[in-house]
C-alpha cells in the first residue's frame, strides 16, 4: 500500500490538508462550515454562476440528528441564525379526501424550535443563504467539473468547462443525485 505523503503522519496541523469540495448544496456547504471549524483549508466549485440560479422550492424538515449535525459544523451564531429562521415545527398532520373533508388527523408532539429535540423546519433557499454565510471567500461559482486527475502518492486535479482547474489533497463530490464525480469513480 502506498500512503500519501500528505497524509503519513497523524500529527500533522489540518490547515495542512486542502480540501477541495464539487457542489455548493446544501451538504457541500455544511461540510464546508465544519471544515473550515477545524482550520480546514477548504474550497467549494458550483457549476451554477450564482446561489440563486437554481429555485428549489418546498421546505426541509431538519431532524434532531441532523440539527445535532449542523449545530456541531456551524458557528455558534450561524446556528443561532439558522433556528430563528426555521418555522414552527408542525403539530400535527391531517389528510384530506379529493372533497377536502378531513379523513385523519395526527397529533405530533410539540415542541418549541429552541428545543433540541424538535425538527427545524426552513425553506431550501434559507438554508443554503445560511449555511453560505462566511464561506464568500472559498465558494467559486460558474465551476461545472468535467474531470479529475487522481495520483494515489499526491494530489487530486479537478478540471472544469472553463479550462481552470483546483488541486488539493482531497476531492469531495457534493453535486448531488446526478453527481459527475462519483459517476466518474465507479
Known sequence: MIASPQLETSAMPRKDLRVRIIGAGTGGLCLAQGLRRDDVDVELFERDTTPTDRQQGYRLSIN?????????????GLFEKLVANCAKPS???????HNLNRLLTIELPHRDRRDAKSELPISRIAL???LSEGLDDVIHYGKKCVGFEDDPRSDVTAHFEDGSTTTGDVLIGADGASSYVRAALT
Open 64 to 76: 434532531a440528528t441532523g440539527r445535532c449535525a449542523l449545530k456541531a459544523c456551524l458557528p455558534d
Open 128 to 130: 443554503r443563504f445560511i
Open 91 to 97: 403539530e400535527s398532520v391531517s389528510f384530506l379526501d
